[in-house]
């Protein structure tokens, strides 16, 4: 079993900056993707960001610019930075993780949320 563990979120305001960190532990042979989705009340879980291990991201149009994501790959932690912020940011943010767990396995893995406020 895999565990992703997040940390970072909070309060702003508008044009400050947080940083989201995920670790993922457990039985782990390799991560092939890790990234961070996020959900607003009333609205579908979307993709922000992702990056895989060989440190290839990918963003939303709309956190390019204002969000850079990177990986310690020794670590198994992602970070999002995240700057600019803006009110229409305000949701719960996820890490999600691909991992191969054994040599014939590979699975899906969510955090259980962290949540990112930012005032007007």
């Known amino acids: 079993q895999v565990q992703l563990v997040e940390s970072g979120g909070g309060l702003v305001q508008a044009g400050e900056s947080l940083r989201l960190s995920c670790a993922a532990s457990?039985?782990?042979?390799?991560?092939?993707?890790m990234g961070w989705y996020r959900q607003a009340p009333g609205k579908q879980r979307e993709v922000v960001a992702s990056?895989?291990?060989?440190?290839?991201?990918n963003y939303a149009d709309s956190v390019k610019g204002r969000f850079a994501l990177s990986r310690d790959n020794a670590k198994n932690t992602v970070y999002l930075q995240m700057n600019s912020l803006k009110p229409e940011d305000t949701a719960v943010y996820y890490c999600?993780?691909?991992?191969?767990?054994?040599?014939?396995?590979?699975?899906?893995?969510w955090g259980q949320g962290t949540q990112v406020t930012v005032s007007s």
């Open positions: 457990g039985r782990i042979v390799s991560i092939y993707v």
């Open positions: 999600n993780a691909f991992v191969r767990s054994t040599s014939s396995r590979s699975d899906n893995y």
């Open positions: 990056i895989t291990g060989g440190g290839t991201t």
